[in-house]
């Protein structure tokens, strides 16, 4: 019980943002057809409430999942993703990871959208489809946590996830695929955002660092910076 409570208490907003989406998946699951589908509508981030209601459908859409029997599935996600890369990075910078590849990836999809029932590829119905869901972060937290991993261990796990993201992205994507993608590759550029970055250190060097592990402190009364020749 003490190792699940350190866990949790060390990645305190991925444990909120579960326990919300657990309350909303309640909520999806005990209603009737017909309301789960208008609350599923009501919330999404599509072109017709990004619309009518710009700022709330942005943040409002992230804490919903369309499938609640997924939940236990998004547990384990959270766990591996999320929370592993919250304890790193913190809860402020993992936020503005995860909080902004979601709405850069939803606005981006969205607009994509636009363009191809504007080019008549899609039809205007389209402006009402569902877009609710987690996975935008899950993306962008899953490219971040590249750097956290050790050679050759990163290049496995690398090369599994541009495998997974990168096969629907090349055979008939959807606009999903595409936020997917987007946020996957702003997930990759938050390097400068890692304490790794901000020590000014390469991932490589961070990892060195941590099996040299810390430096002996200097006898007293001598200079550190001292050199002998020999």
């Not at 205007?124 to 899953?142: E, N, Q």
């Not at 001598?222 to 050199?227: F, G, H, L």
């Amino acid at each position: 019980m003490a190792r699940t409570r350190d866990w949790v208490r060390s990645s305190p907003g991925t444990h909120i943002w579960l326990l919300v989406i657990g309350v909303t998946s309640l909520v999806i699951a005990s209603a009737s057809e017909g309301m789960g589908q208008f609350l599923v509508h009501r919330t999404s981030s599509n072109i017709h409430q990004l619309n009518e209601h710009p700022l709330p459908s942005l943040l409002i859409s992230g804490f919903w999942i369309e499938r609640p029997s997924s939940f236990l599935l998004y547990v384990v996600l959270f766990e591996l993703l999320h929370a592993n890369v919250e304890r790193w990075t913190g809860t402020v910078r993992w936020l503005l990871t995860v909080g902004g590849a979601h709405i850069a990836a939803t606005l981006a999809s969205q607009e994509l959208v636009l363009l191809a029932i504007e080019g008549h590829q899609l039809p205007r119905s389209m402006t009402h489809v569902v877009d609710i869901g987690v996975s935008y972060g899950l993306a962008a937290a899953a490219g971040v946590l590249t750097y956290r991993l050790r050679p050759p261990w990163r290049h496995v796990y690398l090369a599994a996830v541009l495998i997974f993201f990168g096969i629907p992205l090349l055979t008939g994507a959807t606009f999903t695929d595409f936020g997917h993608a987007i946020a996957l590759t702003m997930g990759f550029a938050a390097w400068p955002l890692t304490p790794a970055a901000t020590e000014g250190l390469l991932p490589e060097e961070e990892h060195g660092r941590d099996r040299a592990g810390p430096a002996e402190e200097p006898p007293p009364g001598r200079d550190p910076d001292s050199r002998q020749e020999r």
